[in-house]
């Protein structure tokens, strides 16, 4: 059984960093995409960032290029997002998801959620 385990949210001020982090469980991720979604209230999910668990491709949304980095550790079979730089916008519960492939996008690519995490940035 897959479980993904997001870990790191919390509250920052504008312009300042948080890493968070999804550890995932219950099966082999070769060949799989690591994504990170976030979903703002009254707003509709969206993407931010993926990784191959190969580590070989990275995406991201270019609201977060230059700010975001995603990552991944096979050994600790975890990924990260770094964030830094955030802004008020970046205010949103924070999801890991995993797909089988190597590129996914959409949220309804990834049959594999976690539970999400609150990052709340100040202005």
């Known amino acids: 059984q897959v479980q993904l385990v997001e870990s790191g949210g919390g509250l920052v001020q504008a312009g300042g960093s948080l890493r968070l982090s999804c550890a995932a469980s219950?099966?082999?991720?070769?060949?799989?995409?690591m994504g990170w979604f976030r979903q703002a209230p009254g707003k509709e999910r969206e993407f931010v960032a993926a990784?191959?668990?190969?580590?070989?491709?990275?995406y991201y949304a270019d609201s977060v290029k230059g700010r975001f980095t995603v990552s991944r550790d096979v050994a600790k079979k975890t990924v990260y997002l770094q964030m830094n730089n955030l802004k008020p916008e970046d205010t949103a519960v924070y999801y890991c998801?995993?797909?089988?492939?190597?590129?996914?996008?959409?949220?309804?690519?990834?049959?594999?959620w976690g539970q999400g995490t609150q990052v709340t940035v100040s202005s």
């Open positions: 998801a995993a797909a089988p492939g190597d590129y996914g996008t959409s949220w309804s690519q990834y049959p594999y």
């Open positions: 219950g099966r082999t991720f070769r060949g799989y995409v």
């Open positions: 990784v191959t668990w190969s580590g070989m491709n990275t």
